[in-house]
């Protein structure tokens, strides 16, 4: 993993997720209303709160829609957290010489909450795998 350059206003939201929740955040990242938040292992608990207690004080802070996983050090178990509670039948790796890319095998009944309203769940997803595993892509097969 490289360096993360995170811009002031991430900066903010991740010290203020920190302090209402006690979660330690790794990463974060902004799309469109909505506030992608990288938990550390362990700490998803926490994020939560009882019965949500602790993301609905985030949102009502923020005033934007939050988005929270946690962060694996092994590839396929961190791609499968970012589409909880999606099951994935299947993950490829497929590596060329010029560019990583993960092939996620859903159910097509899945399709529409793995890529999220107007699409922030998955260009969340991919900023995430490319800043943590340096993957170039995500790709979505679907089956019956």
């Known amino acids: 993993m490289g360096k993360?350059?995170?811009k002031p206003d991430e900066?903010?939201?991740i010290t203020l997720f920190e302090t209402l929740t006690g979660a330690t955040i790794k990463d974060c990242i902004q799309e469109e209303g909505v506030m992608g938040f990288l938990v550390k292992k362990g700490d998803m608990g926490l994020a939560i709160g009882k019965n949500g207690s602790n993301i609905e004080r985030v949102k009502?802070?923020?005033g934007k829609g939050i988005?929270?996983?946690e962060f694996s050090?092994?590839?396929n178990e961190f791609v499968k957290n970012l589409f909880q509670p999606i099951k994935i039948k299947h993950i490829r790796i497929h590596d060329t010489d010029n560019e990583k890319i993960?092939?996620?095998?859903i159910n097509k009944r899945d399709?529409?909450?793995v890529i999220g309203h107007n699409g922030n769940r998955i260009k969340i997803a991919k900023k995430l795998?490319?800043?943590?595993f340096a993957i170039d892509d995500i790709k979505i097969k679907t089956t019956y």
């Not at 993960?102 to 095998?105: A, K, S």
Request: hydrophobic share 50%; glycine share 0%; net charge positive.
């Open 102 to 105: 993960v092939i996620l095998e």
């Open 67 to 69: 988005w929270i996983t």
């Open 11 to 13: 900066i903010k939201y």
């Open 129 to 132: 795998v490319k800043r943590h």
């Open 60 to 62: 009502k802070v923020i």
């Open 73 to 75: 050090d092994d590839l």
């Open 111 to 113: 399709r529409k909450m």
């Open 4 to 6: 993360i350059r995170l």
